[in-house]
């Protein structure tokens, strides 16, 4: 046998010998890709959830300014529209507060 002949079996035993690890290296990717894959799956479910949550606060808000208009539309007595204006107020920076709280979650 010749140099060259021995160098490549000798060449194709090294990487006859590397095949079971290369398959067991590729079986450890997949627990990571599956963790992977159940991140990104609550993350989306995180984001859905904050969108719902947003879209019902800005309704509330735009309900809330129905109800309002609604209620100035009548005339009443200055005590009591006082009484009303200091509890839409209240309920206006609640809502306020929580869509501002609820967009912020996007910037982090």
């Known amino acids: ?7 490549k079996l000798a ?3 090294v990487l006859a010998g ?8 590729h079986d450890d990717v997949r627990p990571v890709v599956a963790e992977r894959r159940e991140e990104l799956a609550a993350s989306r479910w ?3 959830r904050r969108e719902r ?8 808000l735009r309900r809330l ?9 009548h005339p009443h007595g200055r005590g009591e529209l006082r009484r009303y204006e200091s509890r839409y107020s209240g309920r206006r920076a609640a809502l306020e507060r929580r869509c501002h709280e609820l967009d912020r979650v996007a910037w982090r």
Not at 1 to 7: D, E, L, N, P, Q
Not at 18 to 25: G, M, N
Not at 65 to 73: C, H, I, P
């Open 11 to 13: 060449l194709a035993a």
């Open 18 to 25: 590397s095949v079971p690890t290369l398959a067991a290296a």
């Open 46 to 48: 995180r984001e859905e």
């Open 53 to 60: 949550e947003l879209a019902t606060a800005r309704a509330d």
């Open 65 to 73: 300014e129905a109800e309002r208009a609604e209620y100035l539309r």
């Open 1 to 7: 046998m010749t140099s060259r002949i021995v160098s």
